[in-house]
């Protein structure tokens, strides 16, 4: 059948069993919202307040389903207001397809009216991205774009179509999306059977776990393959659910803002097996010096990140969830009792704990996993809080923990709860935020009240910048250049102006009355919780410094 590139669009949408677009309309993508209107029983459009918004919440509802995310834009500003959340999407690998329209075909290039370059300027910043002119072409480009985002190791596509495309019309039919296969052509019988005898010869092993554990959705293999090789778990930020924060085997976050037990156990084991994880900075701290009494065994699908930001002894590419799923079979139980009373007795000698005065960061997130019996999904925006929230909740399943790992947006994570809580609705879904970020994105709280979306926002309100001060206070004699937050605003009254519930509290007990009452409420709920300006995040390794020399609050006075 005939049908026109906006009607082509839904079509596809539809094949791709999508059900909720985030966007914002404007004019080059007008023919395509006045198709999706037709459609409005099959996809749910989510306006959002600004265009980021819509990648943001995109980017939840993938992180939060393991679907493909999608939003829209027109040309010019539209699309530059995705830029932020595509580059978000593709540091943390996050299937989304951003689709932008453009001018017409005879006005691109002249400085036309909303006019710009999207594909060109996403390009470093996407798996792949499209220019479509051709309204002939434009069916399988975004079949293809839906491919790519999805297989191997996911990640954002841009699909730009020129409005004449939008308008004209061509030959469509019908086809079911690709099969995703998981990537296993690499995974070798050599490759397994060298991993298999550094694990049977390891004494201290340990096991890191990345977010390509969660991406494959490994935890069940990750769970055998844990007690198979006898060893303790540390996670970083992208990683945490993949192996569950309950089990006695886990001992935290490992790196910058990790716990003592899991540098030190890390610094000191014999074998460190990573899996799903690319050894960022904020993990390595000083790559010269991390692990460097250990071999490196190393799973990922993606053979760049191997030997990328350390050398490591052994390595097998491909999905994860396969690799496990192939080397449990070929692997004896282990008996190491002996480094497993080692690592106990880091945890009872450094247990993760804080302040007990007043109302703190670490109490808030305690109090929330205590509240929500451990089962919401927790998303954050960036800073001290964040960290905050991978410390002190246990997370016990994948996608339960959404955050920004990689780029560190702040504003992320509103339009990410947002997202999570349509893709989970009957999930508790709970946003932790500093004032700083808040600042970011509130708009999107507009957005949260019109679709009747009843996140909980829990504002960690210092009244300053709380991580970049945390650094002014270690690192730069106190030097506090622009990271006070002055001015009081009243955020209960702002938020309620936008269709919010409001409360402002100041101590433990109206926290967990405030708490209490939110999580029953069927409207969005944000709570501005005020503490300490100098409350910080710990333990902590100085930038450079070795892991093993994370310090925390005692060992600097």
């Known amino acids: 059948m005939r049908l026109t590139g906006s009607q082509i669009v839904i079509e596809c949408l539809k094949e791709q069993k ?15 919202y006045d198709e999706l209107y037709k459609h409005s029983d099959e996809i749910r459009h989510v306006l959002t307040s600004h265009e980021q918004g819509a990648s943001h919440a995109a980017d939840g509802y993938a992180r939060s389903t393991g679907k493909v995310g999608v939003c829209f834009a027109t040309s010019g500003p539209g699309a530059t207001n995705l830029v932020t959340g595509i580059a978000t999407a593709y540091m943390d690998s996050v299937p989304l397809v951003a689709i932008t329209c453009n001018v017409t075909t005879p006005l691109l290039g002249k400085d036309s009216f909303q006019e710009v370059d999207i594909a060109g300027i996403t390009m470093p910043i996407t798996k792949h991205n499209f220019i479509v002119k051709d309204v002939n072409d434009l069916a399988k480009t975004l079949r293809r774009a839906f491919t790519i985002a999805k297989k191997g190791r996911p990640g954002p596509v841009l699909v730009d179509i020129t409005k004449d495309a939008t308008a004209e019309k061509c030959e469509y039919t019908f086809e ?13 019988d050599e490759s397994l059977q060298e991993a298999v005898d550094l694990i049977s010869k390891a004494k201290k092993p340990y096991v890191f776990v990345g977010g390509g554990a969660v991406i494959s959705g490994a935890h069940d293999e990750l769970r055998e393959f844990v007690e198979l090789v006898d060893a303790p778990v540390c996670d970083s930020l992208m990683g945490k659910g993949a192996f569950s924060g309950t089990d006695d085997r886990y001992t935290g976050m490992l790196g910058m803002h990790g716990t003592k037990v899991s540098n030190l156990g890390v610094s000191n084991c014999d074998l460190l097996i990573a899996i799903g994880t690319r050894f960022s900075d904020r993990v390595l701290g000083n790559p010269k010096t991390f692990a460097r009494k250990a071999k490196i065994l190393q799973f990922d699908i993606d053979p760049v990140e191997v030997n990328k930001n350390v050398v490591v002894t052994s390595h097998i590419i491909g999905d994860v969830k396969e690799v496990l799923k192939r080397i449990n079979p070929m692997l004896e139980k282990k008996d ?45 925006e960036v800073g001290q809080h964040q960290m905050w929230a991978a410390q002190y909740y246990k997370y016990s399943r994948p996608r339960q923990f959404i955050t920004s790992g990689g780029l560190g947006t ?43 979306v009843n996140i909980v926002e829990i504002i960690i309100n210092n009244s300053v910048l709380g991580m970049v001060r945390q650094w002014q206070d270690l690192f730069y004699e106190q030097r506090y250049s622009h990271t006070v937050l002055e001015g009081d605003i009243d955020y209960v009254a702002l938020v309620e102006a936008m269709g919010a519930k409001g409360y402002r509290v100041t101590t433990k007990e109206e926290f967990d009355k405030a708490l209490s009452e939110a999580l029953k409420a069927d409207v969005p709920v944000v709570i501005d919780c005020a503490i300490d300006s100098d409350d910080k995040v710990w333990p902590m390794v100085a930038p450079g410094s070795s892991i093993s020399k994370c310090f925390d609050e005692n060992d600097k006075k």
Do not use: H
Request: charged letters at 25%; a negative charge.
């Open 336 to 380: 190491n009792s002996d480094w497993m009373k080692e690592i106990d007795a880091l945890k009872e000698k450094f247990p993760v704990t804080y302040k007990d005065a007043g109302l703190t960061g670490p109490y808030i997130v305690d109090t929330i996993y205590e509240q929500t019996k451990g089962d919401a999904i927790i998303t954050t």
């Open 410 to 452: 702040m504003g992320y994570g509103l339009g990410a709860s947002i997202g999570a809580k349509i893709g989970n609705p009957d999930k508790t879904v709970i946003n932790v935020a500093g004032d700083g970020c808040f600042r970011m994105n509130f708009n999107e709280i507009i957005t949260a009240a019109k679709e009747q």
């Open 176 to 188: 079911e999306p690709e099969e995703i296969a998981p990537i296993t052509k690499e995974i070798t």
């Open 18 to 32: 999508v059900d909720t677009v985030f966007g914002y309309p404007g004019g080059a993508i007008l023919n395509v």
